[in-house]
Each structure stands twice: as structure tokens, then as C-alpha cells.
């Protein structure tokens, strides 16, 4: 089955649905390096996504995800809101007006997403953010895509890499965001930011399977 | 200029101490989300709307986040130029870059006053009194907001470099912040002192200010 606008939204609600089920886990994670917000303000951001999914649902992948930019960054609040709508918004304009997505197509569009992850956060593969989880990801991807993999199976290498990528997170000190406040204090804990980016590419990766 | 913050309370309070010094300078508070703790988009947006007044648009902010929303809010704009947002101390550069603005200062010269708020705070480098002008605030603050400001001004236009000196700690007498950092009251003796062509002029003016009480 092509993936279109259609496939595009149904896996954007799914992820929403990921991330109420995760919301009391990522408040789990930022409460002990951060302020707690995190799982809400996804929530929160992915609750007001999915209602302007269901007001119209744009016709081809990039207007969608640029509708998902446009409400994460209006709505989130926290950092997330700022880093996802520019990692949205920089994988919509990747992708264009092209009506399906392809393996290449989508390996570029992670590419373009943390490209303004880092833009937007100026942090590093280290310093404890979801960087960490997303560049694996973009890489496992492009290597993927390069290999003629199918769009599922470059989602999940993007997915896989991105959950090693979160546990990653762990031992490292924060640099970036709230967490880096806490220096030292930060060791020892998973970062919030990567592993709902985790979480994200792992359900975008399971809605290609079933598709 | 606009002032981003994660709370509502921090943003308002940080515009209502610029303001005092800046009574004519549109300054917007965009603090909390929802009546809560966050960072508001759409009201940062507003605010750059609202501050918008055909000079350019400063935006200071609090935490990192607020620098995200902020730094979007202008990428989003029709013009992107129009505003910028200042990497400054939130307090003391809402408080330089206002009054500089209520000064009549260009967009680069407000957010330079902005970015150098910190340094330009009194230094304790010592100055040498003997060729200064001694002056005895005669009037009942001391060099607090209006008269600092009123000195700082006068300076416009002159080719000096002026440092007023207060009991071990010195200040550049064009610095709105500086001066009120060397905590002067009413009733201290300051030293003043210039250099380069316009040091006489400059001397003579502030001298006239001190006279007038500095329009107390
Ligand atoms: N400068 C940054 N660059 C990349 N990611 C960041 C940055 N600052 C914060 N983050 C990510 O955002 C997550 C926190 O998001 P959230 O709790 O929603 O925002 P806030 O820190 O404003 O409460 C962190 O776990 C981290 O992954
Ligand atoms: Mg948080």
C-alpha cells in the first residue's frame, strides 16, 4: 500500500496514541532531570495535533507534517514544542508536494528533521538530548534507504537505532536544555527528549509494518 | 521589545523596572502559558506584533526554551529583520536596552547595550581624582534612574571617553547601568573624569547637571 497523506495521518494519530500511553513515563524521566512537563506537553501537543487532523486532512504527507509543526510549536510549551515543530517543519519542506513517501524520501526527511533539531538547540550527539537518539536514527535510515530497503524496514533501523541511541543517554552529563543545570546530578538517568523520540520513530515504524 | 519568559509574573515584573526607566518604549511582556509555567508561541508572536513600531523589535529572554519560542517567532515573521533576539542578562539588559531605546538609540546600538549589560557594570579599577571633576550629589537619590539616565544622555553627540568614580569603583558615565551599579545616595562626592577632544565639553555639561541638581 502507497503511503500517502492518508497513511501519513493514521500513523501520526497513532503515534499520539504511543505517546498517552507514555505520558506518565516521560513525566517519570523529565521529573528527575527536569520539571516534569515533558509527557504532558506531548500529550497536550499530540491531543490538539490530532483534533486538526480531524478537522482536514491535508493532501500529501508534507502539508500533514506541516500541520503537525505548525500545532507542536504553538502548542507544546516546553522545549519540545520549538524542537519538534522545526523537526516537523524541516521534513515537511524535505519532502515537498510529493504525494507518497518513498525509502529514500523518508531517510532524507529524518535527515532534514534533526538537521533543525540542532539549528534550533545548537546541542551535540553527547550531550544528552534527543539529538542522541535522532542522529543514529537519520544515519541507520540513509544506510537503510541506501541498501534499497523497504520504507518499513528504513523506519525500523531509524526506530532501533534511536531506542540504542536513548539508552545512550544514560551515563552521559547534560549539556543542553533544563537537565544541564544539574550537571553531575543528570548521570545516571534517561533523557526524556530521546526517548519520546524514540518512542515516536518506533510507532511510525510499526504503523509502515501494518500498512 | 519584548520580554519572553517562562513565567507570567517574571515577564511583567522585568518590563515594569524597564519602564520606570523607559516610559516611552513599547515593552511587551510575553511570560507563562495558560496561566501556568511555559512558553507561549502564539503569544510571543502577538507581542512582536504589538511591539512593532517601524524602529525594530528587541526580544530578551529567560531560560533556553524561551530562546527557541523566541528565535521561531521572528523566523516566522514577513520580514525576519525586523526583530532580533538579544542573548543579554534578562533584567539588567531589558533595563539597558530600554533606556537606550527611550534615548532614541538605533536597533544595533539598543541591542548592543543589551549584549554588553554585564560588562558595563562599575568596575573597581581605580582612577586617578587629581584631574577630575569632584561633584556632591546635592540632590536626594543620587545618581539613581532618572538623574543617571539624565547624565548618560547628555553625553550624546561628544567625542569623550567619561568615568565617574565613587569610593573605590568606577563607572562609564554612558552606561545607564553602570552608574546606578556604583550605588551612590545623596549627599556623595563622585569624581569625574574625561579624555579625548570633546573631554572639556563633557566635563562642562555634567558640571551643569550637577548645578541643576540633576533637574530635581
Ligand atoms: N537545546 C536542546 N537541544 C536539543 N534537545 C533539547 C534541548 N533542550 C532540551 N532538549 C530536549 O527537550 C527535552 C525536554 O523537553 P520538555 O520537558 O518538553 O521541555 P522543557 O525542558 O522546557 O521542560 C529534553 O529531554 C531534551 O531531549
Ligand atoms: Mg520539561
Redesign the interface.
Known sequence: MPCDAAAVAAAIRAAAAVITTHRDELVRLDQAIGDADHGENLERGFGFVVSSLDGEVPDNPGAVLKLVATTLISKVGGAAGPLYGTAFLRAATALGDAPVLTPESVAAALRAAVGGVVARGKAEVGDKTMVDALTPAADAAEQTAAVAGELAEVLRAAADAAEAGAESTVPLIARKGRASYLGERSVGHLDPGARSSALLLRSFADSAAGA | MVVVSHSGRLAEGVVELARQMAPDVPLIAAGG??GG??????AVSDAVAQAQSGAGVVLLYD???AK??A??AVEMLGDPSDAVVVDAPLVEGAVAAAVAAQGGATLDAVLSAAASALTDLASDKPVDPEDGLEIVLTNAVGLHARPAALLASTLTGLDAEVTVSFSGHSANARSVLALLSLGTTGGDQVTVTATGPDATEALRRIGDLATHNFGD
Open positions: 502559558l495558560a509555567l511555559g512558553t507561549d508561541f502564539d531560560l533556553g526554551s527557541m519560542v528565535d521561531l
